[in-house]
Structure formats: C-alpha cells, structure tokens
C-alpha cells in the first residue's frame, strides 16, 4: 500500500517481481502442456547423451556374434543388429551424435545469422538488398541438397557433417532475424543510441540483437530438430556419420532395407527415436513460439 | 417502459440535466445503474469498473474523461457489450429504451447493436476494413437491419455521406479506405453509426488520432448532428477542452469510479472534487502564459489489482483526513451536481488557486553571446522512386527553415501531423542528413560535419522522445540505459557513474534504487524520466524535445512540464520543443515557430504570436484548439477551416496554405509569400496581412 511520505515529483506504486526461473518454467508448463512434454524429450534426450555410459552396460560398439539379430527379451531391451550390437545401448549413444550434430551446426548457424540478420537490417540500403539476394540464392537450394555438396566437398565425418548443415541453416535464420531487426530499427531507443554517439557495432550488439532474442530462440529450437533429421538423412546416404559411431541415421542404413521382414526391431527403434526427436524440438519450439509471441507484442 | 418508475425513485435519473437542453428532454435513452465490471488476469481480479451509474438524454452529448485505465472505455464498451471474454459484469442494470441491455439474448444484441447504439472507436485508421469499398461497410448495417435493398440502401449512404460533409459521395462509394484521409475516414465511421438511425452514439476517443483542425471539423460535425436528428451521444476522451466546448454533461472517472458529474459549467466552473480540481489546474491552457508553474497532481493512477482502500484518490490527495479510509459515497452538492469527497464542501476553502504553489517561473537571462542553434534555410526532400520507368518524386518534407535558438530559451515548433516539424528535429539531430542548408551549433556548421565531428557534438545536443514505451531498450536496466552514455563518451571513470545515475534519477525525480529496474517495470510517467535522464546524462546544452509529453496522461503531462521547465531553470538548458498540442507549448516556449507543409509561416515570441496571430493558418489553429473552460468556449467564436493537409508530394502553387485560406487571392496562388517582420521579430509568411 502506498503510504509512506514521497518527495514531490515521485511516484509510489507495486513493483511487479521479476519472476524466477522456476516460476516461468511452471507458467510455461501450465499454459503449453503439448510443449512441456516436447521439452521433456528435449530434457529426457540431453540426460540420455550426457549419462550415456551410465544408462547402459553394454558398449554400442561391441559385437556380439553369439547374439546377432536377438529379438527385444530382457537380455537386450530392444534387441540386437546383424553384428550383435545392443540396440539401446546404440540409441543413446546415437543420442550423443544427434546433439551434438543438432546443437552445434544449429548455434553456429543461427548465430551467425544473427548477426548477419541484424547488421542487413541495421544498415539497409545497398548493403542489404546484395545480402538478401546472396541469401536468396542459398535458400534456392533445398536444405539437403545443399548439405550433399558440402559432404561431397569435404568429405564425411562428424565435423564435415556440422559444417554442412550449418551452412544452409545461415540464410533462414539470417531472413527471420532480419524481418524483426527491420522493425527494431525504427524504434526510437534506436535513433537515442544513434543521437548518443555510439557507434555502430555497440548499437548492433547491445541494443538490436537482445531485442531480437525471442524470434532467435524460436528458430534455434525448430533448427535443432530440422538439423537432427538432415543428420540422419545424410547418414542414412551414406555421406555422414561413418560405421562404427552410432548415430540413427546410420543405424537405419545398416539393417533397415536387408531386415526388415526378418528383425524389424533394427528399423523401428532408432526410426521412433528420430521421430520422437524431431517432434519433440518440434513441439517444444511451437510452444515456445507461441509462449513469446504476446510479450513481443507488448 | 416499465423501467422508469424505478429509476425515478434513485437520485441518479432524472434530475441531472444540463440548463439549456433540459427544456426539450423527457425520459433519458440511457440509465445506467450500479454497473461494475470485473477483469480476471492472471495476476488476480481486476475490477475496471466499479458502481457507476448515469443518464443520457436524447440530443445530449455527454462526457466521460478520465486518464488511461479509469475504466472509461471498459463502461461505454459494456453498454456495447463488447468486452473481451475474461470480462464478467457484477452488478448493475443498462436500461436503454426501456429494456436492460444485460438481460438481452446475444441474438437480441445483435440487433440492437449497429441499429439503435452505434460506435465510433479512435484509430479511424484501422476500424475500417481495408479490403472493402467504402460504400459497402456504409450499406452493410442497412441490409442487416434495415433490410434495405441495393438501391435503397445505395441512395441512402450517399444522403449519409452528404450529411457527414463528404464531397462528391457517389464516387466515393466506390473507393477503399486508405483513398481517404484520416479526417474523412472518421467521417465514413460516422457515416456508418449513423446509417441506422440510432438513438444513442458511443465516440471513444473519435479524435485523439486526428489533427487540431481536423478534430473541430469532426466534433462540430458531431455536436451538430446531435442537435439536429435528436441523437444521444456519449464521449469517452482525457481532452478537457474537448469537454469544455461539446459536452452538454460530464462525469469525471478515476479508479474504476466516477468521483464527479454534472454539468460542464458546474464541473469546470465549481469543481467539488480535489482530483477534478487538480486535473484543472495540471492542464496548461491556451489562454495563459508561461508565467505559471502548472499545479499537478503528485504520483500516479493506483494499480487496480491492489486498490488503495476507501477513496481512491487518497494516497495523492493534498486534503486527505483519517475518514477517506472510507469510501466517500456520490452525493449531490448541488442541484445536478454530485461528487464523491468527504471533503467537497471544505475544498472551495482549502485549495485555494494560484496559492504559494504557483511560482513563477523567470525567464532565463536573454542569450548575450548569440544563439547556440542557427538554422539557415536547411532543407530535408526525401527520393520516392516511382518504379522502372517512372521519374523520381519527390516529398519536401522540410523546406528552407531558418529559426535560431538562444541559450536558455525554448523554442517551440507547432504544427500539425505531416508538416515535417519532426524530421526538422531529426536533421538538427543529424539523424537525418539535410538536403541543403546550414546547421550551425555553437557556430560549427553540422549540416556536413564528420561523424568524428558529430560525436564531439553528441555530448552538447541531446533528444527526448515521444513513446515513453519505445525509447529505452526493454533488455537494458534504467541504471545502464542513463549510464551508458557516459561511459561511452568516458564522461566519468566507471566507479563514479553509478552514484552519478543515482544523482540524475533524483534529479528528474524518481527513486535511486530504480536503477536496478527494467523499463517495463515502470509506469509511462516514471519511463519518460528516466528518458530526461539519459538525455540529461552527457550535461547537454540544448535538447531536442520530439512530442515530449504527448503521450501521457494530463496530470502525468503536467509532472513532466514542471520538470523539464524546472530544469531549465536549473542547468540553463536550451530546448526546440516539437509538439501539436498549442496548450502546451504556449506553456513552455519563448518563443514559437508554426509549420505548415515544411515551411514556416509564422515566427515570433510567444506571448506575442498567442495574442496576436498574423497567419490565417496560426489564426485557424488557434480557433481550432479548445479552452478547458465551458464560459469561455461558449463564447468564443468558432472558425474552423475546412479542407485537409494537401501531400507534402503535390504541394499546391504559391502559397502552401492557399487551397485552405480564408482570405486567399488570385495572387497567392502564383508567388510564394516570403517571411516578413511584422513587428518586432514577429514574423508572417503571408502576402495579405
């Protein structure tokens, strides 16, 4: 209640708390249930690649010839490939290099694009209409396609890999931020930083890019899950992620086609685990999309 | 009908009725009774409207004022009802026409609404839809109510058109919404709330985003329809003038609750409560000078998720005693007068005006050594690429300006939306770079400075921008957003700047541990200080101030004035103050510079150019802009131009003012009248006076 004495010419009112991190966890719980079970299989999928060694007694690159193709039983979860491996044990460390994959290309990309994005808006004019042609000229290739010329450039392996997917991740984070850094720029703490004398990186840096932190996050999650599937496309191509490494992709490729009447478990398992994957990154980003939307507005 | 007996017996029906339409009005179109609407958010309940009650009359127009969120639009939106969904109506009746709009089916709504209440809401911008033809959002409701066929109905939104005073209506039938301007759009609206006959119209804010002449062009219109087809009208808006010159009655909200209602000449003339009282006396007035500090009214609206207990107002109240802790209940204190203070009886006595409060404010010394700003026919065009094949147009947005500004004195630059008085102070920020002509600050000439030039310049010249909401970067703290300039320009070494933030925000008069705080933590008042800050940060010596105060409410605006003159005062600063609003800078300027279409037309001191306008376009302006005060608009003559800003693209012949001029010759659409002195440094760009 305002009661106390005030010196003229101030103001008394409630302060509004800044809420805790676990109080706006609850609050987007709460609001976005279908997003709160995408981020649990967010959360579930990092404690699974983090714990790896721990969740499983077997080494997911051990043959086993005396179990080759067992069926699910209580031996082996999810039953065995054509080399014996356990397939549980493949999966979760498949965890490891879907992450790693998904996270890493889609922060350099999408950071990246942030500032490209942002530095486009801020400066307009000739400079940004040459760089939004030279993105539109990415984004003609799709996603794919564009991730095969890398691959075939470079060659396979877990960094060429990264290095190809981040690439085409660039222009479309670059062409999002960018819409929001447009409408940024013509906000008037923009023009007070512009009449302060700062310069023009301090005004990107500090001033623009904060402000474009909730279309940025939303499109880090959402390429989170586009670079997992690209992953497991290019390994299943053959041009990613090389045998003996587990990752789902390559899983797929080994005993999908050959056994797929005979051992369906080879198939199914590491498909579901990129399904459920990508539709979790999926699910959690839309919420988190919808979840930001008003306060941007605001 | 049956209605009536009821609301005789209550104190609230009936008897207030204004002297001069009292004769003509029997039964009132509208009673409200008891009426509190309540929010649910997810901080708690919200309660927007609280035990209100009043009455229309047939022909009356009558005003509901109140700042921003005392539940002034959540009440008219409710006899609509229009409220959003997480909105609940607690208590009260509606009785309109003898039937409790609360009570109709939502089908019974539908019909009522549109047909016999209709409503006109602020942004005529956006309340129109873009994608149909005018002449089909005017015969919409005659088809759905009316049941009129398509030549009825046709010839019956060009008789409506006619009738809001829109020229050649039959071709503008076939036109969209952006073809119009934002003055004939209001007009289409009106169009359209009155294409049924109602009997009751709701205008929320009709003009608040409509220029000064335009805005007396629509209220005339308004004030004369209601007259002449007997139409009741309802005014929600915070413009007391507008008050003081249409409304016939006014009930003053705060807090969800009305504190005051009667008529204009006993509300303006005999206010009874100390909030209406003092939202009086915060509002500068074009018919006083800069003399006068304004007496606002400390602190801000309560948070209506944790009102303050018994009267509302309490906590800024200057005579509040142990029993407001009370709720003082509405009683009449005269005839049709009644106010809600347990005090409204002493106040004539206790608040004396123009007490010891009221010091006046001298003038800083005049500048000896020259003006610190001299523009010198600067000039701003701004390239319209029309296409391939297309030449290049061209906007004159700013048009060979020469203005200079001492130090110490404020300058104030009026004119009306499009006339380039802001992009004139984006020029002078070099925000903008000039097309042509000389800025000189402090005698360098800026118009062509380096940005190693500009930046030593930077310190010196600061901005205060309009949208408190805008102008500080949400993710940065009030302590690093007034901070960071000087640490930028390493004004002072790091360890000293936080006392030094702490120094500044007592200075525009906030709390030194609002530091910490994000903008968004703090109100619209409390935001614009803390912009003053920052601009205050670098110890500039002259400040462009782009619509300072626009944007809050009236005795927000007041707080801000007082600061900004008192700072003058204190650090000799000088300001170019752009605005639209004449009250206000008649208040604080020196001296007064009017715009029109990039030109001046018209330059002088102050006192002299309010007393003494030269310029048939300052003259208009002038006539345009209401007095808070009902015995002085109701003799004032009415002058109003007709006709609307011409495209800064297509600017006319000669004289821009000329298609607009009352006293327009033949000649003046040929030359172009250069600024003459009149008097001493008054200064008119006009050929026939």
Redesign the interface.
């Known amino acids: 209640?305002?009661?106390e004495t005030?010196?003229?010419?101030?103001?008394?009112?409630?302060?509004?708390r800044k809420p805790t991190l676990l109080g706006t966890i609850g609050?987007f719980c709460r609001g976005n249930p279908l997003g709160a079970f995408g981020g649990f299989i967010v959360v579930t999928m990092c404690v699974m690649a983090i714990f790896a060694p721990l969740l499983t007694s077997y080494d997911p690159t051990a043959n086993d010839f005396g179990a080759m193709l067992a069926a699910p039983d209580w031996e082996h979860w999810l039953g065995t490939d054509q080399f014996g491996r356990d397939l549980l044990s493949r999966i979760i460390y498949g965890a490891r290099t879907a992450l790693l994959v998904g996270f890493v290309s889609s922060f350099i990309g999408c950071f990246l694009g942030l500032i490209l994005g942002v530095t486009s808006a801020y400066f307009g004019g000739r400079f940004d209409l040459l760089f939004q042609r030279v993105m539109d000229v990415f984004m003609a290739f799709p996603l794919i396609i564009l991730a095969l010329a890398v691959v075939a450039i470079f060659g396979t392996g877990v960094t060429n890999v990264i290095i190809a997917i981040t690439i085409p991740v660039i222009p479309r984070a670059a062409r999002i931020v960018r819409a929001s850094a447009l409408a940024i720029r013509e906000?008037?703490?923009v023009?007070?930083?512009?009449?302060?004398?700062?310069?023009n990186s301090?005004i990107i840096f500090?001033?623009m890019m904060?402000?474009v932190?909730a279309p940025f996050l939303i499109i880090l999650t959402a390429q989170v899950g586009q670079a997992i599937l690209i992953e497991a496309s290019l390994s299943y191509l053959g041009l990613g992620v090389q045998e003996p490494v587990p990752a789902w992709g390559l899983m797929l490729r080994g005993g999908a086609q050959e056994y797929a009447e005979s051992a369906p478990w080879v198939a199914i398992f590491p498909g579901l685990a990129i399904t459920l994957a990508v539709f979790g990154f999926n699910l959690f980003g839309d919420s988190l999309r919808d979840w930001l939307d008003p306060k941007m507005k605001? | 009908m049956q209605t009536t007996a009821e609301g005789a017996t209550k104190s609230l029906s009936g008897e207030v009725l204004s002297s001069h339409t009292a004769a003509k009005m029997g039964k009132p179109v509208l009673e409200i009774e008891n009426l509190s609407v309540q929010f649910r958010s997810s901080h708690g309940l919200v309660r927007a409207v609280e035990n209100v009650g009043y009455t229309v009359h047939p022909g009356e127009m009558v005003a509901i004022v109140g700042e921003s969120g005392s539940g002034k639009s959540v009440s008219a939106l409710t006899i609509m009802r229009l409220l959003a969904q997480t909105a609940e109506i607690t208590s009260g009746t509606i009785n309109f026409d003898g039937r409790d709009l609360l009570k109709l089916s939502d089908e019974e709504m539908r019909r009522v609404r549109g047909h016999h209440v209709s409503m006109i809401f602020q942004e005529p911008m956006t309340s129109l839809n873009p994608v149909l033809k005018i002449g089909l959002q005017i015969m919409e409701p005659l088809f759905i109510h009316l049941k009129m066929s398509p030549e009825e109905a046709k010839a019956r939104a060009i008789e409506l058109l006619t009738l809001v005073g829109i020229t050649d209506p039959e071709s503008r039938l076939e036109q969209y919404p952006h073809q119009l301007s934002g003055g004939m759009r209001q007009r289409v609206m009106i169009a359209i709330g009155l294409s049924c006959n109602p009997k009751l119209l709701i205008a929320d804010e009709p003009t608040t985003a409509l220029d000064v002449t335009i805005q007396a062009q629509i209220l005339e219109l308004m004030k004369d329809l209601s007259r002449r087809l007997d139409i009741a009208i309802i005014i929600i808006t915070h413009n007391l003038g507008i008050v003081a010159r249409y409304a016939d009655r006014v009930n003053v909200m705060y807090a969800a609750r009305i504190v005051e209602s009667g008529t204009a000449e006993q509300v303006f003339g005999n206010a009874h409560h100390p909030y209406a009282r003092g939202l009086l006396s915060a509002v500068p007035r074009l018919d006083r000078g800069r003399a006068m500090r304004l007496q606002t009214i400390e602190g801000a609206p309560p948070n209506l998720l944790k009102p303050p207990e018994g009267c509302r107002f309490r906590p800024r109240c200057r005579f509040a005693i142990d029993k407001c802790s009370v709720s003082p209940p509405l009683v009449e204190v005269e005839k049709g007068h009644r106010a809600a203070c347990h005090r409204s009886a002493d106040l004539e006595k206790i608040d004396k005006p123009a007490a010891a409060s009221h010091e006046a404010i001298h003038a800083v010394a005049d500048g000896v050594t020259g003006p610190i700003l001299q523009l010198k026919d600067v000039t701003k065009f701004f390239p319209i690429s029309g296409g391939l094949f297309q030449p290049k147009k061209l906007v004159r947005a700013v048009n060979k300006v020469t203005l200079d500004i001492a130090p110490g004195e404020t300058l104030g630059l009026v004119g009306e939306s499009g006339c380039g008085k802001s992009t004139l102070g984006r020029v002078v920020l070099r925000l903008d770079d000039p097309t042509d002509g000389k800025i000189l600050f402090e005698g360098a000439d800026l118009a062509n400075a380096g940005s190693d030039e500009m930046l030593a310049v930077r310190k010196k010249m600061q901005v205060i921008f309009q949208d408190p909401f805008s102008s500080l970067n949400p993710r940065m703290t009030v302590g690093d957003i007034i901070g960071e300039p000087m640490s930028v320009h390493k004004i002072l070494p790091k360890e000293k700047i936080h006392d030094r933030v702490a120094e500044l925000l007592s200075l525009v008069g906030l709390h030194g541990y609002m530091a910490d705080r994000y903008p968004h933590q703090l109100s619209g008042g409390q935001r614009q200080r803390v912009g003053i800050a920052r601009a205050l940060s670098v110890n500039p010596k002259f400040i462009v101030c782009d619509e300072a105060v626009s944007a809050l409410d009236v005795s927000i605006q007041g707080q801000v004035i007082n600061l900004l003159e008192g700072l003058q005062q204190k650090l000799g600063l000088s300001y170019l103050f752009i605005a639209h609003d004449l009250a206000v800078v008649r208040h604080i300027s020196h001296k007064v510079a009017v715009m029109y279409l990039g030109k001046i037309v018209e330059y002088a001191p102050a006192d002299e150019l309010f007393a003494n306008p030269k310029h048939p376009y300052t003259q208009a302006l002038l006539a345009a802009a209401p007095i808070p005060d009902p015995v002085i608009e109701r003799t004032r003559p009415r002058r109003i131009i007709t006709g609307e800003l011409p495209s800064p693209l297509r600017p006319p012949p000669g004289c821009v003012f000329n298609p607009r001029c009352p006293i327009a010759v033949e000649n003046c659409r040929k030359e172009i009248p250069a600024l003459r002195e009149l008097g001493p440094n008054h200064w008119v760009a006009c050929s026939e006076v």
């Open positions: 209640m305002a009661t005030v010196s003229p010419g101030t103001i008394v009112e409630d302060i509004p609050s906000m008037p703490y023009d007070a930083a512009r009449a302060n004398g700062f310069s301090r500090r001033h904060p402000n932190m605001t």
